[in-house]
């Protein structure tokens, strides 16, 4: 979700409430992650869980990709 984060002009998100306990406040991805949740580009990889660091399958980024134009 960083790269379609970046590509949409990294806009800040408008919640600092996150809500996958495996995303650190300060990593890389912590708005990027937010503003997808937001944006209902992703539901995490459980309830509570995002994976950040877990490689993405090809139909993960198409639904990202999909979700992303709406």
């Known amino acids: ?15 600092s409430e996150m809500p996958f306990t495996d995303v650190a406040v300060g990593s890389y991805c912590y708005e990027a992650v937010l503003w997808a949740v937001e944006n209902g ?9 995002f994976s950040p660091n877990a490689t993405c399958t090809r139909a993960q980024i198409v639904t990202f990709l999909y979700r992303s134009v709406k």
Do not use: D, K
């Open 41 to 49: 580009v992703t539901n995490g990889t459980t309830a509570s869980t």
């Open 1 to 15: 979700v960083t790269f379609l984060w970046r590509a949409a002009g990294s806009p800040a998100p408008e919640s």
